[in-house]
């Protein structure tokens, strides 16, 4: 793989699992050094330096970029992709429910780029990512909470870029299909006939199957690159064409 990220510091919230972990792998292969922000290490021991961090708790932030500028004096990327998922309509949601999507899934985003700005403007062409979801653009059932919390997302990656735009620090974001990551896989180990249930997830994709987690993080690669700088306020979809395309089914 091409090292085009040799020399930038990255930051990856979630970078234990998932999304966060292909994201890290990806970034590290090209040659940045990475820093994976998350609860607990999971499998990102030998592929990024693990910083405790819970984006839910802003003592917990602080603590965390407070250990990060002990160890490099400037930030080029920041990946937002710390979140939670949340099943149900909003007839069984709990107020603690909506809570706690919000403040991890969109509080969590706003936390960690407050904290990171300060290095981030240290960086000659810095970039954030932030990953949404396909639930931000289109209606899917038992998902009310988690709908809201990524709409909020999306809005929220286009103000972010706006305001920071003429600062040169660009905001992008990836909104992902269905992805075969352990939080569906969990979801999937809940249903009646877990088969059943991963074969309609995979034909509710128009390419037949779900997006993988090295494909969201080749694209969130693309948005952080340092050869896209006019790339700003993009939100792109990894999602097998469930967004743009009506097929005929097969």
Same mark, same amino acid.
């Given at each position: 793989?091409?090292?085009?990220?040799?020399?930038?510091?990255?930051?990856?919230?979630?970078?234990?699992?998932?999304?966060?972990?292909?994201?890290?792998?990806?970034?590290?292969?090209?040659?940045?050094?990475?820093?994976?922000?998350?609860?607990?290490?999971?499998?990102?021991d030998g592929v990024a330096e693990w910083i405790?961090?819970?984006?839910?708790?802003?003592?917990?932030?602080?603590?965390?970029?407070?250990?990060?500028?002990?160890?490099?004096?400037?930030?080029?990327?920041?990946?937002?992709?710390?979140?939670?998922?949340?099943?149900?309509?909003?007839?069984?949601?709990?107020?603690?429910?909506?809570?706690?999507?919000?403040?991890?899934?969109?509080?969590?985003?706003?936390?960690?780029?407050?904290?990171?700005?300060?290095?981030?403007?240290?960086?000659?062409?810095?970039?954030?990512?932030?990953?949404?979801?396909?639930?931000? +653009? #289109?209606?899917?059932?038992?998902? =009310? %909470?988690?709908?809201?919390?990524?709409?909020?997302?999306? *809005?929220? &990656?286009? /103000? @972010?870029?706006?305001d920071l735009i003429h600062e040169h620090i660009r905001v992008n974001?990836?909104?992902?299909?269905?992805?075969?990551?352990?939080?569906?896989?969990?979801?999937?180990?809940?249903?009646?006939?877990?088969?059943?249930?991963?074969?309609?997830?995979?034909?509710?994709?128009?390419?037949?199957?779900?997006? +993988? #987690?090295?494909?969201?993080?080749? =694209? %969130?690669?693309?948005?952080?690159?340092?050869?896209?700088? *006019?790339? &700003?306020? /993009? @939100?792109?979809?990894?999602?097998?064409?469930?967004?743009?395309?009506?097929?005929?089914?097969?």
């Amino acid at each position: 793989m091409s090292e085009e990220f040799t020399g930038l510091t990255a930051v990856v919230t979630g970078a234990g699992s998932g999304i966060g972990l292909a994201t890290a792998r990806t970034f590290t292969a090209a040659g940045a050094r990475v820093f994976g922000l998350d609860i607990n290490v999971g499998a990102m021991d030998g592929v990024a330096e693990w910083i405790p961090c819970d984006v839910g708790s802003t003592d917990s932030v602080t603590t965390a970029f407070i250990t990060l500028a002990a160890r490099v004096d400037a930030l080029d990327i920041l990946v937002n992709n710390a979140g939670i998922g949340a099943v149900g309509s909003v007839e069984v949601a709990t107020d603690e429910e909506w809570a706690r999507v919000l403040n991890i899934n969109v509080a969590g985003i706003a936390r960690v780029t407050k904290a990171a700005l300060p290095m981030l403007r240290r960086s000659a062409a810095a970039s954030i990512v932030n990953t949404c979801s396909i639930a931000a +653009t #289109a209606g899917l059932p038992q998902r =009310a %909470i988690y709908s809201a919390s990524k709409g909020a997302v999306q *809005s929220l &990656t286009l /103000a @972010m870029a706006a305001d920071l735009i003429h600062e040169h620090i660009r905001v992008n974001g990836v909104n992902p299909g269905t992805a075969d990551t352990p939080w569906v896989a969990r979801l999937l180990n809940l249903a009646a006939d877990p088969l059943a249930e991963r074969a309609a997830l995979e034909h509710r994709q128009p390419s037949g199957r779900l997006v +993988t #987690a090295e494909e969201v993080a080749s =694209a %969130i690669k693309f948005l952080a690159s340092p050869e896209q700088l *006019s790339t &700003t306020g /993009a @939100m792109l979809a990894v999602d097998g064409g469930m967004y743009g395309l009506r097929v005929a089914a097969r």
